[in-house]
């Protein structure tokens, strides 16, 4: 199954039961009608963290009925973090929404040995990017979570992306391991590390995939330039999952996508307790509230806790 948009993704998720969702640093409209938007259509019953008379007067403006008592009041950033973590951590939330405050101030929370929740040893960030000038939905990993991932590391974040996938309904989700060239070469050592993932998906240490790699990234999503290069693979032009070498790589790939290619953008943090949803603090309310509906999908785990 191939889901070609955001719109396509709804219709495949649909009559998703209820969940308690804790927003972090919700003192913002964006975050607020997105959070809106999802409770109407059934998906969340939100806990608002942040300054509670600003929460209390977006709502109020945005016609939205609102009970103060599922309003926690926190002053700053840091302090939004940390109660919005010890509500998921003591069983208060089944997914964390990133609002009005920096992704690395509510991540520091969220990874903290002794009062976080990560459930696994690898993080990992998938951006989910709608790009007009591609054929379906791409798979961005990891341009959040790890800084500069060894071939370990790789495995972990590349299993979380594959089973992400499948979760949403990709019998055998297409990843391309992306590098500068397709041959292995000594003075770039991920090249090394892409064929060595290539190998690991051929034995099916992923479960259903292909992994292509190492590949460029204009083979992996021109069928054109893949023919001209004679290039055969059944990832070429066509990949799902686009696994990028460096969270610089990861970053600087979704947000061109996103940005001067057009694109909208979802953001799912894997291998916390709960699902987490991530989005720029410009994103507009739509592209927020198409992260709370692929995290309202989600069960408990967030996925990677293997």
Not at 10 to 19: D, G, I, R, Y
Not at 54 to 78: F, H, N, T, W
Not at 181 to 188: D, G, K, N, Q, S
Request: glycine share 10%.
């Amino acid at each position: 199954m191939v889901i070609s948009s955001f719109s396509g993704l709804k219709t495949q998720l649909h009559n998703l039961p209820s969940k308690t969702a804790v927003v972090a640093a919700a003192h913002d409209a964006h975050t607020l009608q997105a959070v809106f938007a999802a409770r109407r259509d059934g998906l969340i019953s939100p806990v608002l963290v942040g300054r509670k008379e600003e929460i209390l007067a977006i709502a109020q403006d945005l016609g939205e009925a609102l009970d103060p008592a599922r309003v926690v009041d926190a002053r700053d950033d840091v302090q939004c973090a940390a109660e919005s973590v010890d509500l998921i951590r003591t069983g208060e939330g089944a997914m964390l929404i990133k609002g009005m405050l920096q992704t690395g101030t509510l991540l520091k929370a969220v990874v903290n040995r002794d009062t976080g929740i990560r459930a696994s040893e690898v993080m990992s960030h998938v951006a989910i990017l709608d790009v007009p000038s591609y054929h379906k939905l791409l798979y961005v990993t990891d341009g959040g979570m790890v800084v500069a991932p060894d071939l370990g590391q790789k495995r972990h974040i590349l299993k979380n992306a594959v089973d992400f996938c499948r979760f949403l309904g990709y019998s055998c989700p297409k990843a391309a391991v992306l590098c500068a060239v397709e041959t292995v070469t000594p003075a770039m050592p991920e090249t090394a590390d892409a064929a060595a993932l290539k190998e690991a998906g051929e034995r099916g240490d992923f479960g259903a995939c292909f992994v292509e790699g190492p590949i460029s990234l204009d083979l992996a999503t021109d069928p054109g330039a893949a023919q001209i290069k004679g290039y055969s693979s059944p990832v070429a032009g066509d990949a799902d999952i686009l696994l990028a070498p460096s969270i610089a790589a990861g970053n600087l790939l979704g947000k061109s996508l996103y940005g001067l290619a057009g694109g909208e953008m979802a953001g799912v943090v894997l291998g916390a307790r709960v699902p987490i949803t991530i989005n720029s603090r410009g994103a507009a309310a739509e592209e927020k509230y198409w992260s709370i509906l692929i995290c309202a999908a989600m069960d408990g785990t967030g996925f990677g806790s293997h």
